[in-house]
Nanobody
C-alpha cells in the first residue's frame, strides 16, 4: 500500500485547509485510515480515524468540532477538512493506514504511512 498526502500550506488563524490522502496498491488490506500530526519537539499525535468502508469516525478532543475526516472510496482517498485553525494546529500531518479492525490510535499500530504535509497556522 502506498499513501500520498497533500493539501498542506500556510493559513491564518481561523482559516481552513483540506488535506487529502490517496491510497494505491493493495488497498483491500486497509481497514482504516488515520491522520496524525507531529509538531517540532513533540511526539507524533493521533488526530482522526475513519474506517475504509465507512462507519464511525474518531477524533482527538482538541480537534472535535473543527476537523472532519471523510472518504471517497471511488477515488481511494481520505480527506481531513480542517476549519477554525489555530496556531497550535501547526505541525507536519501524516496519513496512515492500518489493517487492524479494532480501534487503535498509537502510530505503531499503523502499517503504512504517507509522506508528511506541512500545515502552518499563523497568529
Amino acid at each position: 500500500v502506498q499513501l500520498q498526502a497533500s493539501g498542506g500550506g500556510l493559513v491564518q488563524t481561523g482559516g481552513s485547509l483540506r488535506l487529502s490522502c490517496t491510497a494505491s496498491g493493495r488497498t483491500f488490506s486497509i481497514y482504516a485510515v488515520g491522520w496524525f500530526r507531529q509538531a517540532p519537539g513533540k511526539e507524533r499525535e493521533f488526530v482522526a480515524r475513519i474506517n475504509w468502508s465507512g462507519g464511525p469516525t474518531y477524533y482527538v478532543d482538541s480537534v472535535k468540532g473543527r476537523f472532519t475526516i471523510s472518504r471517497d472510496n471511488a477515488k481511494n482517498t481520505v480527506y481531513l477538512q480542517m476549519n477554525s485553525l489555530k496556531p497550535e494546529d501547526t505541525a507536519v500531518y501524516y496519513c496512515a493506514a492500518t489493517s487492524k479492525y479494532y480501534y487503535v490510535t498509537a502510530p505503531v499500530e499503523y502499517d503504512y504511512w504517507g509522506q508528511g504535509t506541512q500545515v502552518t497556522v499563523s497568529s
